[in-house]
T-cell receptor, first 113, second 113 residues
Framework: NAGVTQTPKFQVLKTGQSMTLQCAQD?????MYWYRQDPGMGLRLIYY???????DKGEVPNGYNVSRLNKREFSLRLESAAPSQTSVYFC????????????FGQGTRLTVV | AQSVSQHNHHVILSEAASLELGCNYS??????LFWYVQYPGQHLQLLLK??????LVKGIKGFEAEFIKSKFSFNLRKPSVQWSDTAEYFC???????????FGPGTRLSVLP
């Protein structure tokens, strides 16, 4: 079982460049999430999708956009990367809204120079 | 806004010592509670979870946690740590009517051989 798959694993961008982080899950989960992890701050929610066709902002959405392409895929786009977006990005999924745990992908380490 | 706090930023123990990591949350309603572990360079993995019922929950690798509703706490314990427990530990909370998981800042555990 692949679980939650993220691509790429590593990326270096120049300030102002754009890129899309891909995430796919094969567990037939309804909810998907994008978090960023920064030292001493835990994981902060960027965007989430409670179900196919819906997306909502999380705690730190500025500078990001998302697309829930279908039930399996949830992508995160940086339109104009900034050094403050240097972070490790994790995609996660869960069966539904409650009484379920989140399953995480391996993460994408992004550096913006 | 809901928040999750973890008492210790960095804990250093010798092998065979007992472990207790504190976690408190601010939301007063019905919640799901989780502890995740992140080994160096890896993604988050679920250690244990509480949905309802017995407030003492057992997880993988000998970990357990106790939910004390009156104290809004969900502390993680292990009677005897091993070098392989060196990792970062995150407490997370999900509200009954909430859509996303809220994470604490994490506690780094270093176990000395």
């Amino acid at each position: 079982n692949a679980g939650v798959t993220q691509t790429p694993k590593f990326q270096v961008l120049k300030t102002g460049q754009s890129m899309t982080l891909q995430c796919a899950q094969d567990m037939n989960h309804n909810s998907m999430y994008w978090y960023r992890q920064d030292p001493g701050m835990g994981l902060r929610l960027i965007y989430y999708s409670a179900s196919e066709g819906t997306t909502d902002k999380g705690e730190v959405p500025n500078g990001y956009n998302v697309s829930r392409l279908n039930k399996r895929e949830f992508s995160l786009r940086l339109e104009s990367a900034a050094p403050s977006q240097t972070s490790v990005y994790f995609c996660a999924s869960s069966v539904g809204p409650y009484n379920t745990e989140a399953f995480f992908g391996q993460g994408t380490r992004l550096t913006v120079v | 806004a809901q928040s999750v706090s973890q008492h210790n930023h960095h804990v250093i123990l010798s092998e065979a010592a007992s472990l207790e990591l504190g976690c408190n949350y601010s939301y007063g309603g019905t919640v799901n509670l989780f502890w995740y572990v992140q080994y160096p360079g890896q993604h988050l993995q679920l250690l244990l979870k509480y949905f309802s019922g017995d407030p003492l929950v057992k997880g993988i690798k000998g970990f357990e946690a106790e939910f004390i509703k009156s104290k809004f706490s969900f502390n993680l314990r292990k009677p005897s740590v091993q070098w392989s427990d060196t990792a970062e530990y995150f407490c997370a909370v999900k509200r009954a009517n909430g859509q996303n998981f809220v994470f604490g800042p994490g506690t780094r555990l270093s176990v000395l051989p």
